[in-house]
């Protein structure tokens, strides 16, 4: 048992118990103790007190698009990871998409992740995709430690990206099943895109009006079918539509291994407010009326909803033309998910320990990384967000990391400063501002034949053990 290096103390520290004063002892990057606040400090540990700060699990952030390589002019590694950092994110999973290549083959994987080493903030994973003709590298991408695969069931936006249909969705879940793999999906139905009225110009109703709650909830019933047929693991991801969620709610009670996601953006921003033109606002699915909100907060209070990731998907500042028709679909929020949440969390009486379950744990235990992270407790790493809850800031632009600060959010005022964040016993970010660089590319493990980061032999000198970049599988406490 290596000696402890750090207690960290705050009078509201989250734990998987609930919230309590406490001291939190670290050893080697993890916790090894969270013990009562008044604790003894061992001789050369380093004391920090968070006073009345509260104490989160660094936050799990599942579904990042970094477009890098490839699309690095809309995001990259090092200025996601930084966002991440400041924002009280410590573990954050790449999305398979909007780079180039995608990550739909082992080679591609092997691209991307030489690509992110040395530029990770915090700790870093990488999706799989399920494109038509890939199902012979489903498997090689598994053993080689991606989380799980997503898919399209409508088209990407991208064209090196397409959507499965019926049958290859059918083949690339059946496959996915047998390697008790988890196939995580866009679900909105193409019949029903393609019947609703067509959007463009910058009215944003009528770009409502084109990705109708319909196409959400035939998806899903869809998923729920599929999921229990093949006896697979299905996550639907971004879900806006609360119209969907009593039919999760059943598939779930009925044994059906579902899970859900959804997003700030559709928890904290509403149809009603978005003004014409203000295609910082697009995505898909889109963000509905004030009432379907409603519906998305109770399917969290009841659980039904499992996480709440931020989809971060930014391009360039000319890609948000104004237009809803052609403007690029997506909302950065990598650096606010938090205090966006927080802020709409505690006007509606949730607390701190809700807020980590949806951002932390839950998403933490969707990507198999519990044990490990997503809780302030013994044998976890060391991974911290100090929030001031009570504190508000309005949202400056200027002072977020990532590459193209357009945000649905500039102007607001919020709740929740983050300020500062720890990643393995170490602090990476404070008030906002992005510190020492100690990220890692991470791995699912549990798997037979992990093929490891590329060249982990002989890897380059830079990256050895101790310093930034270097890739960690992490390995889950048997149950
Ligand atoms: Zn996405």
Redesign the pocket.
């Known amino acids: 048992m290596p000696g402890v290096q750090l207690v960290l103390r705050s009078a509201r520290v989250v734990t998987p118990e609930g919230t309590r004063a406490a001291s939190v002892s670290v050893a080697d990057g993890r916790i090894t103790e969270v013990g009562p606040y008044d604790a003894r400090v061992p001789d050369g540990a380093q004391l920090v007190d968070a006073g009345d700060d509260a104490v989160l699990p660094g936050l799990v952030d599942t579904?990042v698009?970094v477009n890098d390589p490839g699309r690095t002019e809309w995001e990259g590694f090092t200025t996601a990871t930084r966002a991440a950092a400041a924002g009280g994110i410590t573990t954050l999973l790449d999305?398979p998409l909007n780079s180039l290549p995608p990550t739909t083959t082992v080679p591609h994987l092997r691209t991307k992740q030489e690509t992110a080493y040395a530029q990770v903030h915090v700790d870093t994973g990488f999706w799989g995709g399920a494109i038509p003709g890939n199902v012979a590298d489903l498997r090689p991408l598994h053993e080689a430690g991606v989380f799980g695969f997503k898919c399209f069931l409508s088209p990407s936006g991208v064209e090196e990206f397409p959507e499965l249909g019926p049958a290859e969705l059918e083949s690339a879940l059946t496959e996915i099943a047998g390697l008790g793999g988890l196939l995580i999906v866009?679900a909105e139905d193409p019949g029903r895109l393609a019947s609703a009225p067509q959007s463009g110009g910058p009215a944003y109703a009528g770009f409502l009006a084109s990705r109708p709650r319909a196409a959400e909830n035939d998806a899903v019933d869809r998923l729920v079918g599929l999921a229990r047929k093949l006896d697979a693991r299905v996550h639907v991801?971004?879900l806006s539509s609360g119209d969907a969620l009593p039919v999760i709610a059943r598939a779930r009670r009925e044994g059906v291994a579902l899970t859900v996601e959804t997003c700030p953006h559709f928890l904290t921003l509403s149809a009603e407010e978005v003004p014409d033109g203000a295609t910082e606002f697009k995505c898909c699915p889109p963000i509905r009326e004030r009432a379907n909100q409603d519906a998305l907060w109770q399917g969290l209070a009841d659980g039904t909803v499992d996480c709440v990731v931020s989809?971060h998907?930014p391009c360039t500042a000319e890609l948000k033309d104004g237009d809803f028709g052609t403007a690029w679909g997506?909302i950065s929020s990598l650096q606010l998910g938090l205090p966006a949440v927080w802020t709409e969390a505690r006007r509606r009486g949730h607390t701190l320990d809700d807020v980590v379950r949806w951002m932390s744990s839950g998403p933490a235990r969707l990507a198999g990384l519990d044990g490990r992270k997503g809780a302030v407790a013994p044998g976890h790493d060391a991974d911290f967000a100090l929030l001031a809850p009570e504190e508000s800031f309005t949202v400056d632009p200027a002072r977020l990391h990532h590459r193209n600060p357009v945000t649905a959010y500039a102007g607001r005022t919020l709740h929740g400063v983050v300020r500062a964040t720890w990643l393995r016993g170490q602090k990476i970010a404070e008030d906002g501002r992005p510190l020492r660089r100690t990220g890692r590319l991470i791995e699912r493990t549990g798997h037979p034949g992990a093929g490891g980061y590329p060249g982990s032999a002989e890897r380059p000198a830079a990256t050895g053990p101790g310093r930034p970049g270097r890739t960690e599988r992490i390995e889950r406490p048997t149950a």
Do not use: A, E, Q
């Open positions: 579904h698009h999305m866009h991801l971004h989809d998907s997506g």
